[in-house]
């Protein structure tokens, strides 16, 4: 168990809707990093957080955004939901910046867009 | 544009006998690079790492050897067993700002006992 938890485990929504993920990670750990796993692909990286602050952005458009509160718990949120947004969303924390620090993952949040 | 290439989507191994994971990669600012096990239902776990300086890094039954010349590297498992059975993703990084994991898609690994 790596002390990382997700809500919800799973989620249904339709075309056009807008989603919150949530993220719980290990107390300490101020980088937060979002992830989407598309089926039979790899974790490709969202956006990571550190210390409340957006530090670093991968290919997504700007309706995927994100917080991350003083409590070590992040949110991500996507507007306008596309039916390829259909994945696996996991969050990863660790306890620093660098990519050299061990990072521990939740177990996802299945999104299902229909 | 992938730029971290697990190409064999799956493998399957006899318990006891060696597993060889591999992984290439294209872009030559990566100088640091991670396996990860992922079990159903469960996030990705960190394995094993190796940086660009080495070629070679060993903890207990995994191994990855690095060549850099070739951008290519590669998890051993000896001996393979049963609970080794899950997917592995190879992830790329640099160091730098805003550093971020590059993975590949990638391989289901299948131990038979």
């Known amino acids: 168990e790596t002390g990382v938890t997700q809500s919800p485990t799973h989620l249904i929504k339709t075309r056009g809707q807008q989603v919150t993920l949530r993220c719980s990670s290990q107390?300490?750990?101020?980088?937060v990093s979002w992830y989407q796993q598309a089926l039979g692909q790899g974790p490709q990286f969202i956006f990571q957080?550190?210390?409340?602050?957006?530090?670093g952005r991968g290919n997504f458009p700007p309706r995927f955004s994100g917080l991350q509160f003083p409590n070590y718990s992040s949110e991500l949120n996507v507007n306008a939901l596309e039916l390829d947004d259909s994945a696996l969303y996991l969050c990863?924390?660790?306890?620093?910046?660098?990519?050299?620090?061990?990072?521990?993952f939740g177990p996802g949040t299945r999104l299902t867009v229909t | 544009d992938q730029q971290v290439k697990q190409n064999s989507p799956s493998l399957s191994v006899q318990e006891g006998r060696i597993s060889i994971l591999n992984c290439d990669y294209t872009?030559?600012?990566?100088?640091?690079f991670l396996w990860y096990k992922k079990y159903p239902a469960e996030g990705p776990t960190f394995l094993i790492s190796?940086?660009?300086?080495?070629d070679k890094n060993e903890d207990g039954r995994f191994t990855v050897f690095l060549n850099k010349s070739a951008k290519h590297l590669s998890l051993h498992i000896v001996p393979s067993q049963p609970g080794d059975s899950a997917v592995y993703f190879c992830?790329?990084?640099?160091?730098?700002?805003?550093?971020?994991?590059?993975f590949g898609k990638g391989i289901t690994l299948s131990v038979r006992p």
């Open positions: 990863a924390s660790r306890v620093g910046l660098a990519i050299r620090d061990e990072q521990y």
């Open positions: 107390s300490g750990h101020n980088t």
């Open positions: 957080y550190y210390r409340e602050e957006e530090n």
């Open positions: 872009n030559s600012m990566f100088d640091y």
């Open positions: 190796i940086s660009s300086i080495k």
């Open positions: 992830a790329a990084s640099y160091t730098g700002a805003n550093s971020k994991l590059t």
